[in-house]
């Protein structure tokens, strides 16, 4: 999936009276709840770990893993990691893609079922770094018991005490949600290393928002649940954009050689070459690896 393909998909999901009608509720919902702000816990993959091992989480991103206060699940992730552990954290990974998998199941039979009824709206969160609104509208569930957002990142210097996260909760929620984000360094090659050199410590532009903000997986649900009689259409296509958004590990020798690239990088702010490099790691993401 090309960034036009992205920007196509986001116009035309924008644009559904589902979503804007969601939209609308969850925006006012969030105007009137009460808010907590949330713990956040930042680990970091060894730069010891094999390509293939960790599989799920990408060099080149930083993951959010959401889920309320004292979820098993989070405590494995942060354990294995820790550990170096690829084998049992690739497990509690297939635990939440079964998660995944069993929501849009369930979610999509709904949309056409005649028996579908008007939901409340949970409790949401919204992870930032310094300030930078990375993901709006995370919520958990009973079927999805732990949410997953990766962030593309560029792999310069990031201050694990900029991370935050805040809950706009229910009355009735006594459980407060808690968030794991796993730091995966890109491979780097000597022109990014030396860009990212004089780039500030801990600069917001190192890391970018989510790919699909604002149409979240959360805020899919959202459109679910605001709008029992949502348009299939909606929840396939974004099904499809799921399994075709594949990344890649490093940004390709023949665009950092590149005349074009060199120039700004020579000619451009520190700052500005970050969210340069940040862009190119961005449309990687949005490749497919090459067959």
Same mark, same amino acid.
């Given at each position: ?106 979610? /999509? +039979?709904?949309?056409?079922?005649? $028996?579908?009824? #008007?939901?409340? *709206?949970?409790?949401? =969160?919204?992870? @930032? ?100 009689? /949502? +348009?299939?259409?909606?929840?396939? $296509?974004?099904? #499809?954009?799921? *399994?075709?958004?594949? =990344?890649?590990? @490093? ?41």
């Amino acid at each position: 999936m090309s960034r036009k393909d992205l920007n196509e998909f986001l116009t035309k999901s924008l644009a559904s009276p589902e979503f804007q009608r969601a939209f609308v509720q969850v925006s006012e919902e969030a105007g009137t709840r009460p808010v907590r702000t949330c713990r956040c816990v930042v680990v970091e993959i060894s730069g010891k770990a094999k390509a293939n091992d960790f599989a799920h989480v990408t060099p080149g991103t930083v993951t959010a893993f959401v889920a309320q206060e004292g979820e098993p699940l989070l405590s494995k992730l942060i354990e294995t990691i820790e550990a170096n552990n690829s084998k049992e954290f690739n497990s509690a990974n297939d635990q939440i893609q079964r998660m995944e998998t069993e929501l849009f199941s369930k979610r /999509a +039979a709904s949309v056409i079922s005649p $028996e579908s009824k #008007r939901q409340a *709206i949970p409790s949401f =969160a919204e992870i @930032s770094y310094a300030n930078k609104t990375l993901v709006s509208y995370i919520h958990v569930n009973e079927i999805l018991r732990v949410n997953v957002h990766p962030f593309p990142y560029n792999g310069g210097n990031l201050d694990k005490n900029k991370f935050s996260m805040i809950e706009y909760y229910r009355a009735d929620s006594d459980k407060p949600l808690t968030c794991v984000l796993v730091i995966r360094h890109p491979k780097l090659s000597k022109i990014e290393r030396e860009a990212l050199r004089l780039v500030p410590s801990g600069s917001p532009n190192n890391i970018a928002a989510s790919l699909v903000a604002p149409l979240t997986p959360a805020l899919l649900e959202f459109v679910l649940i605001a709008t029992p009689y /949502a +348009a299939q259409w909606l929840v396939n $296509e974004f099904v #499809r954009f799921l *399994i075709g958004a594949v =990344a890649l590990a @490093s940004i390709p020798d023949d665009v950092l050689r590149s005349k074009d690239f060199q120039r700004k990088v020579k000619s451009l702010p520190p700052e500005v070459t970050a969210a340069e490099l940040l862009r190119l790691r961005t449309d990687i993401l949005l490749r497919k690896p090459p067959k």
